[in-house]
């Protein structure tokens, strides 16, 4: 019984910890929407990968010896994704509000969850996720949602599915969080000239430097640190299941920190794309385990 109630406390402790992180992701994502007018949306995924970089190269110093050319290329391609993605779902914050956005990039994981489960009533949380973007779409931010804005988040929805399956393939090259860290710089160093190009000298002014590793921090350092430990505790469905409360925790980031507002409908379908990726990640889990890795 003691056993029982050490294991449940536990798992409620690392459930608490990827919820955290979750808010601390957001937040930052936030905190890079106030940059925009200053470094653009290119300036700051620059800012953001080369800060995640340095502090994980301090941290984890990875060893560049001995690797094999299918290490190279499936930590190239990682990083090249990492930047890929970053870069669109930045885009996308330019004309979309945070939690609309991040309500459609889901929704490339969850259709990567529907395949995986290969169930027919899979593709009824497909379907009700679909719907909710529908409601989102449909008046449900004040203003109507920007076409080019949605299509950047679907992009980076797709890229996530990348991210996923390519993040799970360096975890089995690398160790420890070495080939994220290898992949932050290839990342960084490939949205370098464009980051540079359209921010120009605003990326040395030391305000913005300073927001930017704090959206370094907050959305990639944190997060990871904090997703390491809960996935020693909690089941892969289960940490899957917490990152669907992404939209959600991103709906409330944007109103608090940026005052965007959300209609009742649009609520309503955060609401839907929330319980249908969830709904998804257990149909997926019944048969096998999705890979998953650190939220970026």
């Not at 190239?76 to 885009?91: C, D, P, Q, R």
């Not at 609520?267 to 096998?288: D, E």
Request: a positive charge.
């Amino acid at each position: 019984m003691d056993n029982q109630a050490t294991s449940s406390a536990t798992r409620l402790g690392a459930s608490g910890l990827v919820v955290l992180g979750l808010v601390c992701q957001e937040l930052g994502a936030a905190i890079a929407i106030t940059l925009f007018p200053q470094v653009g949306a290119n300036g700051m995924v620059l800012l953001r990968l080369a800060f995640s970089a340095a502090i994980l190269l301090l941290i984890f110093r990875p060893s560049l010896r001995g690797r094999s050319r299918g290490d190279w290329l499936t930590v190239i391609g990682f990083g090249l994704v990492l930047a890929t993605m970053n870069a669109f779902f930045y885009e996308s914050l330019l004309s979309v509000p945070l939690g609309a956005a991040v309500t459609i990039e889901l929704m490339g994981p969850l259709i990567l969850s529907v395949v995986i489960s290969r169930r027919p009533s899979a593709w009824l949380w497909a379907a009700l996720a679909l719907a909710g973007v529908v409601l989102l779409g449909w008046t449900g931010v004040e203003g109507r949602l920007n076409l080019i804005g949605a299509l950047f988040a679907a992009a980076a929805g797709g890229m996530w599915v990348c991210y996923i399956l390519l993040s799970a393939r360096t975890g089995r090259h690398f160790s420890r969080l070495d080939g994220l860290a290898i992949a932050m710089v290839v990342g960084a160093v490939a949205i370098a000239p464009i980051g540079i190009l359209t921010a120009g000298s605003a990326l040395l002014k030391p305000a913005d430097l300073g927001l930017g590793l704090t959206v370094a921090v907050l959305s990639s350092a944190v997060p990871y640190g904090l997703e390491l430990i809960s996935l020693r505790r909690l089941p892969a469905a289960t940490f899957s299941i917490l990152l669907s409360l992404a939209p959600a925790i991103a709906a409330v980031a944007g109103f608090l920190v940026l005052r965007q507002q959300l209609t009742l409908l649009g609520s309503v379908g955060i609401g839907c794309v929330v319980v249908a990726s969830s709904g998804a990640v257990v149909a997926a889990a019944r048969r096998t385990e999705p890979p998953t890795a650190p939220n970026l």
